[in-house]
């Protein structure tokens, strides 16, 4: 079945890094867009970033743009989210999901990873 | 602003009883990309619909959506007590992917 495993959280200071990795087993992950969403009582479900199967489609919310970056490697069937500039309001649980298409609906969730940034 | 508006905020009902939650759109929804999911407290969300009212692999048929343009419903006839928990409705199609706020099920 498939399954999406995250690992990568934790807690950091603002203004630092933190790289989330999502990795995914029981679909074929090279033919599968895959999309981060993070969750926090003050912003509700709030979407992140989308990656097409070959990395050649990328797109970011306006409010991680040039903070986060999306990539995978499809041999090791992994994505990452590399979280740069980290600020209070990131703090969220993040979720690596999988998408039916670009901008489809989103069909499989992992578990969340929790994280914080604090001040 | 794209905004997704969900009512009620809470709805209390008893077992056996029907849910019918509210979507609102503040534009029109392309081509009916609106989907559900539920959130149970401690867990990731799932997938319940989408195209506004096709189902999701294994879910029951007590869950229905339906709706077109900025009006979207989910109806959970029969409720049972697993069915407490967040429902979410999302507009895809385009970025930005756009969630609404959750309606909280509770089973008294």
């Known amino acids: 079945q498939v399954q999406l495993v995250q690992s990568g959280g934790g807690l950091v200071n603002s203004g630092g890094s933190l790289r989330l990795s999502c990795a995914a087993s029981?679909?074929?992950?090279?033919?599968?867009?895959m999309i981060w969403i993070r969750q926090s009582p003050g912003r509700g479900l709030e979407y992140i970033s989308y990656?097409?199967?070959?990395?050649?489609?990328?797109d970011y919310a306006d409010s991680v743009k040039g903070r986060f970056t999306i990539s995978r490697d499809n041999g090791r069937k992994s994505l990452y989210l590399q979280m740069n500039s980290l600020r209070v309001d990131d703090t969220a649980v993040y979720y690596c999901?999988?998408?039916?298409?670009?901008?489809?609906?989103?069909?499989?969730w992992g578990q969340g990873s929790l994280v914080t940034v604090s001040s | 602003e794209f905004v997704l508006t969900q009512s009620p905020g809470t709805l209390s009902l008893s077992p056996g009883e029907r849910a019918t939650l509210s979507c609102r759109a503040s534009?029109?929804?392309?081509?009916?990309?609106l989907a559900w999911y539920q959130q149970i407290p401690g867990q990731s969300p799932r997938l319940l619909i989408y195209?506004?009212?096709t189902r999701a692999t294994d879910i029951p048929d007590r869950f229905s959506g339906s709706g077109s343009g900025t009006d979207f419903t989910l109806t959970i006839t029969r409720l049972e007590p697993e069915d407490s928990a967040v429902y979410y409705c999302?507009?895809?199609?385009?970025?930005?992917?756009?969630f609404g706020k959750g309606t909280k099920v509770e089973i008294k």
């Open positions: 999901a999988r998408s039916s298409h670009w901008f489809g609906e989103i069909r499989h």
């Open positions: 029981g679909f074929t992950f090279s033919d599968s867009y």
């Open positions: 990656i097409s199967g070959t990395s050649s489609f990328i």
């Open positions: 534009q029109r929804v392309s081509s009916n990309y």
């Open positions: 195209g506004a009212s």
């Open positions: 999302q507009q895809y199609g385009n970025s930005p992917v756009i």
